[in-house]
């Protein structure tokens, strides 16, 4: 059987924050950090709730990688509250949070209805907004604790550009990247199907329209906006899909070395590509096609594709090999063993269309540094 699961309603443009005052709810519980709140946007949602009159808690603890105990804490808190409203504000942390607070406060409280969950995201982006799944950190043990239910997706999603506009142009960057290695990897995972395939290739489009105008604009609004689009459709996809090897090197380099999550997809991801494309070749062709590029045969599309992200990365001063992130080669190297086996372990690996042996994550590894 193929699926395709998408149950959040999508209110998007300028204006969308205003549909908060028509969510009907006694109670709301805002999630988000400290950072939200100190530049006024924790207010700007407080204000339509006001509006709406109804009666709002703000839980700003919320912290990068949000631990168990955050979660635990606000779970607290919003049970005590007896809210039945919870507002995720900010990038993918806070909306995780959200996300993981809504399901436990749930679980603890089944004699009432599932929060109604809103998210909120202030980047473009992780796609968090619709997606199942959320990552708590288990500090004490050092361990990340991933959640996949369908309990966890969102049942809003606003979209507004106005959060996005005053993002720093690298993280504008970083983030953008992440959303085309989504809808790439979505696109080629072995669990790609019509729909999912139809949300990576219009968030493909977005990408390559309008990622490079807003790192180079923050005020361009259009591409800030289209760019918040292009992040929730990738996300759709990759709900459904599944993901695939840049993400499993990402997640594990950006643990070892502390790269943030889009900057590591943003290099590896060219990379990957040509790892996989004796599997994929097909699909990078049609993604070169589609976006416009010489496509005759699989092999030109593959090297079309490439070249295009290597220089779209460029174009926002984003280093082509790992060794420009400021990684002392010993200590990559040191680490690749470790590497190669959570990579092998990565769920995201599942996903991809090549099926990799130690030794070639080794080789792939090899290759970006
Ligand atoms: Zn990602």
């Known amino acids: 059987m193929t ?7 999508i209110c998007y443009g300028e204006d969308s924050l205003e549909t908060l005052e028509h969510v009907p709810a006694k109670q709301a519980f ?29 839980f700003d603890g919320v912290e990068p990688d949000p631990s168990l105990e955050v979660v635990t804490k606000g779970a607290k808190l919003f049970l005590r509250d007896e809210a039945d409203l919870i507002i995720a504000l900010g990038g993918g942390s806070p909306i995780d949070a959200a996300k993981a607070i809504s399901f436990f406060a749930h679980k603890a409280r089944t004699d009432k209805p599932k929060p109604t969950l809103v998210a909120i995201p ?39 550009p106005r959060f996005t506009r005053s993002l720093p142009s690298h993280v504008t960057a970083a983030t953008g990247m992440d959303v085309l290695t989504h809808a790439i990897e979505a696109y080629t995972s072995r669990q790609a199907n019509a729909f999912t395939s139809i949300y990576a290739k219009y968030a493909m489009r977005y990408v390559f329209e309008y990622l ?78 589609m976006l416009g590029m010489p496509a005759e045969t699989v092999e030109e599309g593959v090297e079309s594709l490439i070249k295009a992200v290597i220089e779209l990365n460029e174009s926002m001063g984003i280093p082509t090999q790992v060794r420009g992130l400021k990684i002392e080669e010993k200590a990559y190297r040191d680490h690749m063993d470790v590497v190669a086996k959570n990579v092998l372990e990565d769920i995201c690996t599942e996903g991809n269309p090549r099926r990799p042996s130690h030794g070639d994550v080794k080789l792939l590894l090899e290759q970006c540094w």
């Open 3 to 9: 699926q395709f699961y998408g149950k959040t309603k």
């Open 30 to 58: 805002i999630v988000t950090d400290p950072f939200m709140v100190k530049v006024g946007f924790a207010d700007r949602v407080k204000s339509h709730l006001d509006r709406a009159g109804i009666p709002h808690h703000t």
């Open 122 to 160: 202030t980047t473009a982006g992780t796609g968090s907004e619709v997606t199942a799944i959320s990552v708590v950190t288990d500090k004490v043990n050092e361990v990340k604790i991933p959640l996949n239910d369908e309990l966890l997706i969102p049942d809003m999603a606003i979209l507004d």
């Open 212 to 289: 490079h105008r807003a790192y180079v604009n923050g005020d361009d609004m259009e591409a800030r906006s289209q760019m918040l689009v292009g992040s929730c459709m990738a996300g759709m996809a990759f709900n459904n899909s599944g993901l695939g090897i840049t993400h499993s090197v990402a997640h594990s380099l950006g643990g070892i070395f502390h790269i943030p999550h889009g900057l590591a997809n943003a290099v590896l991801l060219p990379h990957a590509i040509r790892f996989n494309s004796f599997d994929a070749g097909i699909r990078y062709q049609e993604i070169a096609r």
